[in-house]
């Protein structure tokens, strides 16, 4: 795989307006999550503007990749990338959350074209991403199955029963991305339910696991291309994130969890995300 | 007119009511409930939002964060249950009694487990999140098992002493609760005891043309509405039912008698809520003309509480359509 330096550095300018727009988004909305949606914004311009397979002129085409965001409460980001490929109209975006609106406070399948599924509900995403992969093999279909899921829904038995399951399976058409920003709402993952090691957890259910830099795009692509090349199992990515990268005040703070920014905070944001361009590799701090 | 015996607020129909979340009341029974040593409080991952922080603070030692995992929650309150404490799990409604439902059902009713559940965020109020986590089927999950009492507070006040009651009694009780800040219509020397209903608003004359009955904060359009019709000459009663299992059977039919006509209000579905409870019971014992305020078959979506109260049809206007299109059918 080579990916040109240019494009890099496309894909962190493109992740940085992505942040922008969330804080704007957020503002205007005035409630909403903030930490989860920064954090993601690195891997989500990666899969939208490289990885995946998709049309926003014709999202249900039939071979399209197939993204679930399973941790629902960070789609402002999803819906960022989604009207930044051409999805709806920018203009949208500041709907986020309001009457009427398509941008629903949780993604609706059936409100916006280019959600796959509803979510919001934790610790569902994984199954019916396996739904979604073995359906795919019965129909001898060549599209992959990319699961987001956050480290705070693996509390959910139902995400474990999934984990085992695709193991199972094998299900080698399936790539799973763990937001592992170490925040849930009640405080650090460690303190409020320790998953680690949780490598050895997925390597246990018979999954090949990756760990990568979830701000450094280069890796995170390999990592990517290296699932597709893994045939006898699922892989799942831990993407060490974040939380509200981007936005010092926002960085690693759990309380940013669920809370949007005031007028003020999103002025200070803007200004620090501006200043930062495109370049916000985490080796450069 | 404002059934005095009641000592409601002052501030009611105001204009500047004094505003609390029920949560909030919640929390602060949860305080009182504390008291007893064999009380304890399990959250699932959201301690501040459904107001277990108080508690945390107080008794750390009788508190428990399992993480998001409703059901692991559920099957470990009952194991307590079984075992002298008096567990109280939170998580929102959507979820809890949403998805742990069977783990109710089986491990703490069946298994007569002394759970207190209490399902946050109800209702169409939880607002700019969107239907994933508005709940509208909570009171029909709970009320259509056996052995587990429902309880739907009206007001912060009352959600505390519904909290402190459930802890009261012996045996698994649901507890209904909501995220915004709605008006305080009781004081603290309103009477609750479960298995109890309450005329809030009563007829200035002998003769009343309508039950409107219902729970929860959305009843404050019923006695917008009940205040309004009486300029009409159209006189109500509003009965509060905070306590949908057990119902008071007796204080319901006894008006309805009178009345010969019901309105149901209620911010869950219509469909096997308090509409649902009430009128399984008139069908039995005295079948009136009746209408029924709550959502019709759809779910919710964002917006402000106002906005969708406007679209659901919840307002107190549509509470007078409903009104004036039962006594219709009363006469006809
Ligand atoms: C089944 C379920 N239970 C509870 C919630 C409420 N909730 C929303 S986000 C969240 C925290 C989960 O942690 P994580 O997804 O890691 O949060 P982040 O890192 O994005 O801050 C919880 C408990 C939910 N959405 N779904
Ligand atoms: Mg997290």
Known sequence: ?285 | MIHKALSLSHTLFSGHEDMQALRDGYGRGLLEAGENENVVVITADLEESTRCHWFSRLYPDRFFDVGVAEQNMAAVAAGMGISGKIPFINSYATFSPGRNWEQIRTLCAYNDSNVKIAGHHAGLLTGPDGATHQSLEDIALMRSMANMRVLVPLDALEAQRATVAAAGVRGPVYIRLQREKTPVITTKDTPFQIGRAYPLWIPKTKRVDVVLIGAGPVLHEALKAARDLEKKKIHSVVINVPSIVPLDTKEILSWVARAGAVVSVEEHSIYGGIGSAISELLSKKNPVPMEFIGVDGQFGQSGTGYELYKQYKLLSSDIIIATQKVIKRKRS
């Open chain 1, 1 to 285: 795989m080579y990916i040109s330096h240019a494009r890099i550095k496309e894909l962190y300018s493109t992740a940085n307006q992505l942040r922008q727009d969330v804080i704007g988004m957020l503002e205007s909305a005035g409630s909403g999550h903030s930490a989860g949606p920064l954090g993601m914004a690195d891997i989500m311009s990666a899969f939208y503007f490289y990885i995946l397979n998709h049309d926003p002129k014709d999202p249900s085409y039939d071979e399209r990749d197939r993204l679930i965001l399973s941790n629902g409460h960070i789609c402002p980001i999803q819906y960022a990338a989604l009207a930044r490929s051409g999805y709806f109209p920018l203009r949208k975006l500041k709907t986020l959350r309001s009457f009427a609106s398509p941008l629903q406070g949780h993604p609706h399948r059936l409100s916006l074209p280019g959600i796959e599924t509803t979510s919001g509900p934790l610790g569902s995403g994984l199954s019916q991403g396996i739904g979604v992969a073995l359906s795919a093999r019965l129909d001898k279909k060549k599209f992959r199955t990319y699961v987001v899921l956050s480290d705070g829904e693996h509390g959910e038995g139902n995400t474990w029963e999934a984990i085992m399951l695709a193991g199972k399976y094998r299900l080698n058409n399936l790539t799973a991305v763990i937001d592992r920003n170490n925040i849930q709402i009640d405080g650090y993952t460690e303190d409020v339910l320790p998953l680690e090691p949780l490598r050895d957890k997925y390597e246990a259910c018979g999954w090949n696991v990756i760990d990568v830099d979830g701000h450094n795009i280069e890796e995170f692509i390999g990592a990517v291309f290296e699932a597709k090349a893994v045939y006898e199992k699922p892989t799942v990515i831990i993407a060490h994130t974040i939380p509200g990268k981007g936005v010092d005040f926002m960085e690693r703070e759990y309380v940013w969890h669920g809370m949007p920014p005031n007028k003020k905070q999103a002025r200070e944001a803007l200004r620090q995300l501006r200043k930062l361009g495109g370049k916000i590799k985490s080796e450069e701090e």
